[in-house]
């Protein structure tokens, strides 16, 4: 089964700042005949279920601010915030889609 | 608008059975996997269980197999989980969620539910 890993476990940004969360997976997610990462990120709020921010690891889902984007490939992925906002407060999770059991990682949650 | 809503969790005794219902709108029901994943109090998240868009295949994560049944009726739009024999470390909130790949089960969920509590006494 594929484990994934998260760093750090908490983060504290000021506003208007990057914040950058890595997320490393056990095996490559990335599937060699059509290139695509299958590796996802979601936000969760207090009381509220998570929300997609990127699938295939650096495509912004519609209505996503782009100061959130992801990158990396096989193993290692990141996700940036940039310009942080009070609302981007939350924990973030990253995921993987390659194939059953899908895991996730441990979150990192972010303050300000 | 998807909509994705949660019923049937509750407090049961170790060895118990609940059945979690997740009513569904706002898409073709039947043209998309399904999933349910749960968030466990002061750990992370844990996908549960698939299945696909007629209800003919089903994969599940080690620690429910043997005890945990996934359904689905397209007619009504509606998704279940049966959980049996339950054990304290099934207390969680079960979230019902929507594969986002039309066909095809390998895509992140791209929208959740509220979820329904599940607590599991010793």
């Known amino acids: 089964d594929i484990v994934m890993t998260q760093s750090p476990d908490s983060l504290a940004v000021s506003l208007g700042d990057r914040a950058t969360i890595n997320c490393k997976s056990s095996?490559?997610?990335?599937?060699?005949?059509?290139?695509?990462?299958?590796l996802a990120w979601y936000q969760q709020k207090p009381g509220q279920p998570p929300k997609l921010l990127i699938s295939?690891?650096?495509t912004r889902e519609s209505g996503v601010p782009d100061r959130f984007s992801g990158s990396g490939s096989g193993t290692d992925f990141t996700l940036t915030i940039s310009n942080l906002q009070a609302e981007d407060v939350a924990i973030y999770f990253c995921?993987?889609?390659?194939?059953?059991?899908?895991?996730f990682g441990q979150g990192t949650k972010l303050e300000i | 608008e998807v909509q994705l809503v949660e019923s049937g969790g509750g407090l049961v005794q170790a060895g118990g059975f609940l059945r979690l219902s997740c009513a569904a709108s706002?898409?073709?029901?039947?043209?998309?996997?399904m999933s349910w994943v749960r968030h466990v109090p002061g750990k992370g998240l844990e996908w549960v269980a698939n299945i696909n868009e007629d209800g003919t295949a089903n994969y599940f994560v080690d620690s429910v197999k043997g005890r945990f049944t996934i359904s689905r009726d397209n007619a009504k739009n509606s998704l279940y989980l049966h959980l049996h024999s339950l054990r304290v470390e099934d207390t969680a909130l079960y979230y019902c969620?929507?594969?986002?790949?039309?066909?095809?089960?390998?895509?992140?969920?791209?929208?959740w539910g509220q979820g329904t509590l599940v607590s599991v006494s010793s």
């Open positions: 969620a929507k594969i986002g790949g039309q066909n095809d089960m390998n895509y992140p969920f791209d929208h």
């Open positions: 295939w690891a650096s």
């Open positions: 706002g898409f073709t029901f039947g043209s998309f996997w």
């Open positions: 995921q993987h889609y390659y194939t059953v059991p899908y895991a």
């Open positions: 095996q490559t997610v990335l599937y060699s005949s059509n290139k695509k990462n299958y």
